[in-house]
């Protein structure tokens, strides 16, 4: 059976010396992920719009994601104090954001570094960032399924590895690269 899901379709003007067309972009509603980039001229697009096949150049991208649903969740990422400048690429960065870029959550770029979203508490400086993670969508009902990291920290007792678990009562293994 074809799945359905509910996205969206950009259409942008390319511009440049070198190109003489359209970018059609397609996005998954749920997770956000770009898939589908087709690159083609106006004079494919307007003879497909007519009916028929062109030529075109596509790329794509995350494509095992669609119709998985994004998360997101704000924390205070609190660094050492008299640092002023602070980039998300630099070691002790890197470090510190570790501790919080597990069970899939990443950063939102632009989040350090940014005055905006800079804060003291007392002597100690933190970033307010957001995080963003993808979880798959629930065989049964289609929802948004919950991480479970399992009870058993060295996973040894049946039932203690990390599940994906609906409302619904519906569970699933964690795979690799699930996350
Ligand atoms: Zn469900």
Redesign the pocket.
Known sequence: MTKEYQGGVRFAYLDGPAVDGIEITVSDGNSGIEFLTIKLGYAEFARALGGGECDATFSTWGIDRIGWHSQSKTERVYFPSGKKLLRAGDIEVREILALFEVEGWSVRSGDIGNMHRRGMEGSRLFYTCVFFRLVPP??????A?EYDPGEDEDRQAPGSAPQWH?????SQPVEAGDL
């Open positions: 629930c065989e049964d009902c289609g929802a399924m609906c409302a619904c009562g519906y």
